[in-house]
């Protein structure tokens, strides 16, 4: 069929936009919304640009990581994200808050080549390393003045055709992806030019993630964990049990990790990183040992409830969208964040104090109550509300005991009648 939108990208920016604005049912309007959020300069960054799609920025409080307060900027058009993650904070800052290390902090690719002879591969990988990892770092000379470079080659076999060269890169605080594959590219080159009856069939780094590995870990009093209707060793309990659940069963264990990714994301996102690269690498650790399971762990330890987390965040301090965006820098400051580890723990802690939180709604109260009181303020003003009314919107609908569209319309008309009628 012929394609009606084939080269998009050579039209000018207007008459992409008039393309566009044929799809709409309301033309002014629409262009009107695309005008207001449009910037010139993303279209450098992007392809076909169009306009920017904005995503709300909070600051979750409460965020102590090896003895430092933070304010971590959050970007996430979620709702109760940002005050689940600063409550379970507060929760963890009760006894001296996160405790984060960062147990690697490297960035790993492949080259994956079909060989009739493994052996003969694995053999001149192992006799040549130095010349290899000489190779990588003089494909981007200028990494040697700022980090270590290629550290380590080895081959591991996939299957009786296929085997993976594997590099280890000290990329600094830039999260090097493109460093590492120009490094990849140089040693497939020079494998080829040297090694007989091999055939190359990609060079890629790697979203593993297994080389940028944070623990983290805090615990919380019972007595902080107790609430109006449960007592705090209950509490506590229910959250290891929950906590165990998502090791045992793939189905929670999903759910459990989404939780955490939601701090994760928000703060990764908000400090200019490459959060779809986070949740692959998150979410194949998670997988590591064969069964699906939860990214961390609440158990009981000498009356207290003690959490831990091991999770994969490649990121990058400098470069990419620290570049780009000026408020992913301005982000950094917030922060007070300096260098890539720094960064990396910061983001982990958020991920496990998010998690507390999820875990306590959902044994206690139930998810639903915490979240959907949030949940109603975005539909107060998906509904026409103006900031102002919002408070007093919800405030009736809560009397009421309802919030759905109907509803919400209905009140937002009354609320107007009576400060019309009031004068």
């Known amino acids: 069929?012929?394609?009606?939108?084939?080269?998009?990208?050579?039209?000018?920016?207007?008459?992409?936009?008039?393309?566009?604005?044929?799809?709409?049912s309301q033309v002014v309007q629409g262009d009107q919304l695309l005008s207001e959020n449009y910037d010139d300069g993303m279209a450098e960054v992007i392809e076909n640009y169009l306009t920017n799609y904005q995503i709300?920025?909070?600051?979750?409080?409460?965020?102590?990581?090896?003895?430092?307060?933070?304010?971590?900027?959050?970007?996430?058009?979620?709702?109760?994200?940002?005050?689940?993650?600063?409550?379970?904070?507060?929760?963890?800052?009760?006894?001296?808050?996160?405790?984060?290390?960062?147990?690697s902090n490297l960035v790993a690719g492949q080259v994956v080549i079909k060989t009739n002879s493994q052996?003969?591969?694995?053999?001149?990988?192992?006799?040549?390393?130095?010349?290899?990892l000489q190779v990588a770092n003089q494909s981007h000379p200028s990494i040697l003045s700022y980090a270590t470079g290629a550290k380590r080659i080895s081959v591991r076999v996939l299957d009786p055709e296929y085997v993976s060269v594997d590099l280890l890169v000290d990329s600094g605080e830039a999260m090097g992806a493109n460093i590492v594959n120009s490094m990849l590219e140089a040693v497939k080159e020079y494998m080829q030019e040297n090694l007989d009856a091999i055939e190359p069939l990609m060079a890629?780094?790697?979203?593993?993630?297994?080389?940028?590995?944070?623990?983290?870990?805090?615990?919380?009093?019972?007595?902080?964990?107790?609430?109006?209707?449960?007592?705090?060793?209950?509490?506590?309990?229910?959250?290891?049990?929950?906590?165990?659940?998502?090791?045992?069963?793939?189905?929670?264990?999903?759910?459990?990790?989404?939780?955490?990714?939601?701090?994760?994301?928000?703060?990764?996102?908000?400090?200019?990183?490459?959060?779809?690269?986070?949740?692959?690498a998150a979410h194949s650790f998670a997988a590591k040992r064969g069964n699906y399971r939860g990214l961390s762990n609440w158990q009981i330890s000498?009356?207290?409830?003690?959490?831990?987390?091991?999770?994969?965040?490649?990121?990058?301090?400098?470069g990419g969208a620290?570049?780009?965006?000026?408020?992913?820098?301005?982000?950094?400051?917030?922060?007070?964040?300096?260098?890539?580890?720094?960064?990396?723990q910061l983001i982990a802690a958020v991920g496990l104090a998010q998690n507390l939180a999820a875990l306590k709604a959902l044994v206690t109260e139930g998810i639903q109550r915490g979240h959907m009181s949030l949940a109603v303020k975005s539909a107060v003003i998906a509904n026409g509300a103006t900031p102002g009314e919002v408070s007093t919107v919800v405030e009736r609908l809560t009397t009421l005991g309802k919030h759905d569209a109907e509803t919400i319309k209905k009140v937002i008309n009354e609320i107007r009648k009576e400060r019309n009628n009031n004068g």
């Not at 965020?63 to 970007?75: A, R, Y």
């Not at 570049?323 to 890539?340: C, G, M, P, T, W």
């Open 1 to 24: 069929m012929d394609l009606k939108y084939d080269h998009f990208y050579k039209r000018d920016y207007q008459n992409r936009k008039l393309l566009i604005l044929e799809q709409l």
């Open 204 to 280: 890629i780094l790697t979203n593993d993630g297994e080389t940028s590995l944070v623990n983290v870990s805090g615990k919380v009093s019972f007595a902080s964990l107790e609430t109006k209707t449960m007592s705090g060793d209950v509490v506590a309990e229910r959250i290891s049990a929950a906590s165990h659940i998502a090791q045992i069963d793939p189905v929670r264990a999903a759910t459990h990790n989404k939780g955490i990714m939601n701090g994760v994301d928000a703060a990764a996102i908000a400090l200019g990183n490459d959060w779809r690269a986070i949740e692959s």
């Open 302 to 318: 000498d009356g207290n409830l003690v959490g831990t987390m091991t999770i994969p965040i490649p990121i990058g301090f400098v």
């Open 56 to 103: 709300p920025e909070g600051i979750a409080t409460n965020i102590v990581v090896n003895g430092t307060e933070h304010l971590v900027p959050m970007v996430t058009e979620e709702p109760s994200v940002i005050a689940a993650c600063s409550n379970g904070a507060k929760l963890l800052a009760t006894m001296g808050g996160i405790k984060a290390e960062v147990q």
């Open 119 to 132: 052996s003969v591969v694995a053999q001149f990988v192992s006799k040549n390393e130095r010349e290899l």
């Open 322 to 344: 620290t570049r780009v965006f000026k408020l992913a820098k301005l982000n950094q400051e917030i922060a007070q964040v300096s260098d890539s580890e720094q960064e990396m």
